[in-house]
């Protein structure tokens, strides 16, 4: 929703692309190179896939705008399969098969392994929403279980004690969850404060500002409407830059699980 592609099939500046594509180790999609993938299930919806195992990825994640009557009737997920949607714009109908929820810009839903979840675009106009899914890896012992939340509702804390970039996370902290969603916001001009190089890996999808960021030690310009893959153990950092926005992404990453 108002990014670059002119949608004209014309030529609308130079054929050029800011895409980077490193597999099983990082990768970059800016908007204006998507292309909509047909998904079963998915009714009068652009959908396209971003990460997923062809790039190294232990999850899916899909870019989703919902038109007029846009709906996921069949059931998203499966069987051992946990999903998490986020609106970026707009409102959404997400339903388990007992209840329904409606959420706006900045909600979220997160369905437990095996439980379906039926999306539905609430409003006449287009809802963009961030999609989810991975293979759940069980714990003996714990559970997780459904949540629904708008992150207004959360309080952010101060990143690494940094006064300038704030951290929200969905899910709770307990062990049943082998996944955690978060947002994190950088004031312009702010960083991580070192290069992280960590086991678990991160989908991210941009949702304001500009940036540069560090992937395998090289420098990349990112802003909002790019994704962005991090397999385990890339080095990942970014500054924040211009004078308006924060640079602020929602991402996934594993966690709470023992490797083999
Ligand atoms: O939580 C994280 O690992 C996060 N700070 N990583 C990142 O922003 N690339
Ligand atoms: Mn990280």
Same mark, same amino acid.
């Given at each position: 929703? /108002?990014?670059?592609?002119?949608? =004209?099939?014309?030529?609308? /500046?130079?054929?050029?692309?800011?895409? *980077?594509?490193?597999?099983?180790?990082?990768?970059?999609?800016?908007?204006?190179?998507?292309?909509?993938?047909?998904? $079963?299930?998915?009714?009068?919806?652009?959908?396209?896939?971003?990460?997923?195992?062809?790039?190294?990825?232990?999850?899916?994640?899909?870019?989703?705008?919902?038109?007029?009557?846009?709906?996921?009737?069949?059931?998203?997920?499966?069987?051992? *399969?946990?999903?998490? *949607?986020?609106?970026?714009?707009? =409102?959404?109908?997400?339903?388990?098969?007992?209840?329904?929820?409606?959420? =706006?810009?900045?909600?979220?839903?997160?369905?437990?392994?095996?439980?379906?979840?039926?999306?539905?675009?609430?409003?006449?106009?287009?809802?963009?929403? @961030?999609?989810?899914?991975?293979?759940?890896?069980?714990?003996? !012992?714990?559970?997780?279980?459904? *949540?629904?939340?708008?992150?207004?509702?959360?309080? $952010?804390?101060?990143?690494?004690?940094?006064?300038?970039?704030?951290?929200?996370?969905?899910? $709770?902290?307990?062990? !049943?969850?082998?996944?955690?969603?978060?947002?994190?916001? @950088?004031?312009? !001009?702010?960083?991580?404060?070192?290069?992280?190089?960590?086991?678990?890996?991160?989908?991210?999808?941009?949702?304001?500002?500009?940036?540069?960021?560090?992937?395998?030690?090289?420098?990349?310009?990112?802003?909002?409407?790019?994704?962005?893959?991090?397999?385990?153990?890339?080095?990942?950092?970014?500054?924040?830059?211009?004078?308006?926005?924060?640079?602020?992404?929602?991402?996934?990453?594993?966690?709470?699980?023992?490797?083999?």
């Amino acid at each position: 929703m /108002g990014y670059k592609n002119n949608n =004209t099939g014309y030529l609308d /500046g130079l054929l050029q692309s800011r895409a *980077v594509i490193k597999k099983n180790n990082f990768a970059i999609l800016p908007h204006d190179g998507l292309v909509n993938n047909v998904i $079963p299930g998915f009714k009068n919806c652009d959908c396209s896939i971003l990460g997923s195992k062809q790039i190294g990825a232990n999850f899916v994640d899909y870019i989703i705008t919902m038109k007029k009557d846009g709906e996921n009737s069949r059931g998203f997920g499966g069987e051992g *399969v946990e999903t998490l *949607v986020y609106v970026i714009e707009g =409102t959404l109908e997400v339903r388990d098969d007992q209840q329904t929820h409606i959420l =706006t810009s900045g909600g979220y839903a997160y369905f437990p392994a095996s439980q379906l979840m039926y999306l539905k675009n609430a409003q006449e106009e287009p809802t963009e929403i @961030f999609l989810y899914k991975k293979r759940y890896q069980p714990l003996a !012992g714990y559970d997780a279980h459904q *949540v629904i939340g708008q992150v207004q509702d959360i309080e $952010p804390v101060h990143y690494e004690g940094m006064e300038d970039v704030l951290l929200w996370d969905f899910l $709770p902290k307990d062990l !049943g969850f082998d996944m955690n969603f978060h947002i994190l916001s @950088f004031e312009p !001009g702010a960083s991580h404060g070192y290069v992280e190089t960590h086991y678990q890996e991160h989908g991210a999808y941009l949702l304001s500002g500009q940036g540069m960021y560090n992937l395998d030690n090289d420098w990349y310009p990112v802003e909002k409407g790019d994704y962005i893959f991090m397999s385990s153990y890339v080095q990942q950092a970014a500054y924040a830059v211009g004078r308006g926005e924060p640079l602020s992404y929602v991402y996934s990453k594993d966690c709470n699980r023992d490797p083999e």
